[in-house]
Structure formats: C-alpha cells, structure tokens
C-alpha cells in the first residue's frame, strides 16, 4: 500500500506593484523588480523546504506550464 501524498509546499511568483515577489502561506518576500529574480529566489526556496522531506512546487502567476 502506498503512503498518502501530502499536498505541496506551493511557492508563487507573483507582481508586486512595478517588480515581483515570492508568495508563499500568504506572506509575501524576495521582492525584486525582475521575474527572473523572483522565480530563482522561489526556486531556491523550495529547494530548501523540499530537502526536508515536504514536496514543492514553484508556480508563476498567470502562465499555466502548458506550452
């Protein structure tokens, strides 16, 4: 029997007034005026959570992963 699947950790990109930041729980930080920023800073986050055992995902605000 497998285990149960606990729900990911989500990290979300989001803009944030002219830049972008990292929402995650509702708590907004990384702020930086570059997507690219953003979405490292919320990978490398989620890399930290996810080194302890927690499944992560890191979404960007507005595009699907669909291409």
Request: proline share 6%; net charge negative.
């Amino acid at each position: 029997m497998k285990p149960p699947m606990t729900q990911p950790s989500i990290f979300l990109v989001v803009q944030d007034g002219d830049g972008w930041s990292v929402e995650h729980d509702g708590v907004l930080s990384n702020r930086s005026i570059y997507k690219a920023e953003a979405m490292a800073s919320a990978t490398k986050l989620a890399r930290a959570v996810s080194l302890q055992g927690q499944p992560t995902q890191v979404r960007i605000e507005g595009e699907t992963g669909y291409f």
